[in-house]
């Protein structure tokens, strides 16, 4: 489902054509969009071209026109409620939240506690050679000193 168009207006065809239908109509829009025979620019008939093979694809397979007539009729629905939140969406095939953080993996748990344990072994080695630098930690900021 790229951008606004649907399948069904790239390729021309009513929602509830037939799989004969589908296949003229692609034929049909194969035929004048390929970049061998079309007078457009190679570019622009190439990616015209693809978006129709990408929508007969889709439209041709029955489980992935099905999955995309129902995204299609929540879309629509989200479209006419006004409550639905913007950053929820709710994945059909799973029911899980799309968008929502992963649980970390084990080695990024340990990143992070190889990080936590640098830091804080460098703010122990900065304090230790202040020490015996002769600074005091407890200074007073200059501002202050009248």
Not at 18 to 47: G, M, Q, Y
Not at 87 to 112: A, H, M, T, V, Y
């Given at each position: 489902?790229?951008?606004?168009?649907?399948?069904?207006?790239?390729?021309?065809?009513?929602?509830?054509?037939?799989?004969?239908?589908?296949r003229k109509a692609f034929?049909?829009?194969?035929?004048?969009?390929?970049?061998?025979?079309?007078?457009?620019?190679?570019?622009?008939?190439?990616?015209?071209?693809?978006?129709?093979?990408?929508?007969?694809?889709?439209?041709?397979?029955?489980?992935?026109?099905?999955?995309?007539?129902?995204?299609?009729?929540?879309?629509?629905?989200?479209?006419?409620?006004?409550?639905?939140?913007?950053?929820?969406?709710?994945?059909?095939?799973?029911?899980?939240?799309?968008?929502?953080?992963?649980?970390?993996?084990?080695?990024?748990?340990?990143?992070?506690?190889?990080?936590?344990?640098?830091?804080?072994?460098?703010l122990i080695c900065s304090?230790?050679?202040?020490?015996?630098?002769?600074?005091?930690?407890?200074?007073?900021?200059?501002?202050?000193?009248?």
């Amino acid at each position: 489902m790229k951008g606004e168009t649907s399948y069904y207006k790239i390729l021309g065809v009513n929602e509830n054509a037939s799989n004969f239908e589908l296949r003229k109509a692609f034929c049909k829009l194969s035929i004048e969009l390929h970049p061998d025979t079309t007078s457009l620019e190679i570019d622009v008939a190439k990616n015209k071209f693809q978006e129709v093979l990408e929508a007969y694809e889709n439209l041709n397979n029955s489980n992935l026109r099905k999955i995309y007539d129902d995204k299609l009729k929540e879309k629509s629905k989200s479209e006419n409620n006004t409550n639905v939140l913007n950053n929820l969406i709710i994945d059909s095939n799973n029911q899980k939240l799309i968008g929502n953080r992963r649980p970390f993996s084990s080695g990024e748990l340990f990143s992070l506690f190889l990080l936590i344990v640098i830091i804080f072994i460098s703010l122990i080695c900065s304090i230790f050679i202040a020490s015996f630098t002769g600074k005091e930690l407890d200074t007073v900021p200059l501002w202050l000193i009248k």
